[in-house]
């Protein structure tokens, strides 16, 4: 059994579980440790149960609960090696919980595996993760992808379930109150992920074999739930499958109140 949940994701804090039966681990802890125990808990998931944090970059939206939730509950956490001088430099890294550089082989945490690719993001070093469940079953998560390269694509293709970053509709941004360098960066290579660029990829996955999308990181600002559902609605409707039956696609709210999914 896998189990999938997003419990936060937005550019004010990101945290998604992944777990097998008996393992758990967390993508991030970008918001306050007591908000992500509350959240772990109203799931029936003990925050000391969680085997392992893996970072994806230093931003803070991405770290900002590490330090107080791994040390609460000695978590390891794994990171590429320039995040992990990033979070050093922030004193993040206090003593108090195990580290750990990722291995180009990945890592195994309980039953999972672990392996990373890398992003074109505005960073030290960031990285996506592909999980591999000990029934194979694979989950991949990839957000702040400023675009989609042969490495994040390779990173994501053949998961039964990818969470992916769904940012911004262009014409919301370019038309927005955001200054000019602002934009400029969120739509650069290094950036974020807009609603068409994600559609184009959900579309390819559905097509490889994807059975469950949950679009990621939207932007308050820039962005609407269902503006960036029907995009790669609309996509993947061009390929003849439909919604509910060949897939099932699903945009995370900025905190989630939904139970985990079990597939």
């Given at each position: 059994?896998?189990?999938?949940c997003?419990?936060?994701?937005?550019?004010s804090?990101?945290?998604?579980f992944?777990?097998?039966?008996?393992?758990?681990?967390?993508i991030?802890?970008g918001?306050?440790?007591?908000?992500?125990?509350?959240?772990?808990?109203?799931?029936?998931?003990?925050?000391?149960?969680i085997?392992?944090?893996?970072?994806t970059?230093?931003h803070?939206?991405?770290?900002?609960?590490?330090?107080?939730?791994?040390?609460?509950?000695?978590?390891?956490?794994?990171?590429?090696?320039?995040t992990?001088s990033?979070?050093e430099?922030?004193?993040?890294?206090?003593?108090?919980?195990?580290?750990f550089?990722?291995?180009?082989?990945?890592?195994?945490?309980g039953?999972?595996?672990?392996?990373?690719?890398?992003?074109?993001?505005?960073?030290?070093?960031?990285?996506?993760?592909?999980?591999e469940?000990p029934?194979?079953?694979?989950?991949?998560?990839?957000?702040?992808?400023?675009?989609?390269?042969?490495?994040?694509?390779?990173?994501?293709?053949?998961?039964d379930?990818?969470?992916?970053e769904?940012?911004?509709?262009?014409?919301?941004?370019?038309?927005?109150?955001?200054?000019?360098?602002?934009?400029?960066?969120?739509?650069?290579?290094?950036?974020?992920?807009?609603n068409?660029?994600?559609?184009?990829?959900?579309?390819?996955?559905?097509?490889r074999?994807?059975?469950?999308?949950?679009?990621?990181?939207?932007?308050?600002?820039?962005?609407?739930?269902?503006?960036?559902?029907?995009t790669?609605?609309?996509?993947?409707d061009?390929?003849?499958?439909?919604?509910?039956?060949?897939?099932?696609?699903?945009?995370?709210?900025?905190e989630?109140?939904?139970?985990i999914?079990?597939?």
């Amino acid at each position: 059994m896998a189990r999938f949940c997003s419990l936060f994701s937005s550019s004010s804090g990101n945290s998604t579980f992944v777990g097998s039966s008996k393992t758990g681990i967390l993508i991030d802890a970008g918001v306050s440790a007591k908000r992500i125990r509350q959240a772990l808990l109203s799931r029936e998931i003990e925050p000391g149960s969680i085997a392992a944090i893996f970072v994806t970059h230093e931003h803070a939206d991405h770290i900002n609960g590490i330090r107080v939730l791994a040390s609460s509950f000695n978590i390891p956490v794994y990171a590429t090696p320039g995040t992990l001088s990033e979070l050093e430099e922030a004193g993040i890294l206090n003593g108090k919980f195990p580290v750990f550089e990722l291995s180009e082989n990945g890592d195994t945490v309980g039953d999972l595996h672990v392996t990373s690719f890398r992003t074109p993001h505005d960073s030290m070093e960031s990285c996506g993760y592909r999980i591999e469940l000990p029934d194979g079953r694979k989950v991949a998560v990839a957000t702040d992808v400023g675009c989609i390269t042969n490495e994040v694509l390779c990173g994501i293709i053949g998961c039964d379930l990818v969470m992916l970053e769904s940012n911004h509709d262009i014409g919301m941004l370019q038309n927005g109150h955001y200054p000019y360098y602002l934009k400029r960066r969120i739509l650069s290579d290094r950036g974020h992920l807009s609603n068409e660029n994600c559609a184009s990829v959900a579309r390819d996955l559905v097509e490889r074999g994807t059975a469950r999308l949950f679009l990621g990181h939207l932007s308050t600002e820039n962005n609407l739930p269902q503006l960036a559902f029907q995009t790669s609605l609309c996509a993947i409707d061009e390929i003849g499958a439909k919604n509910g039956s060949d897939y099932i696609l699903t945009v995370n709210p900025k905190e989630n109140t939904e139970d985990i999914v079990r597939f």
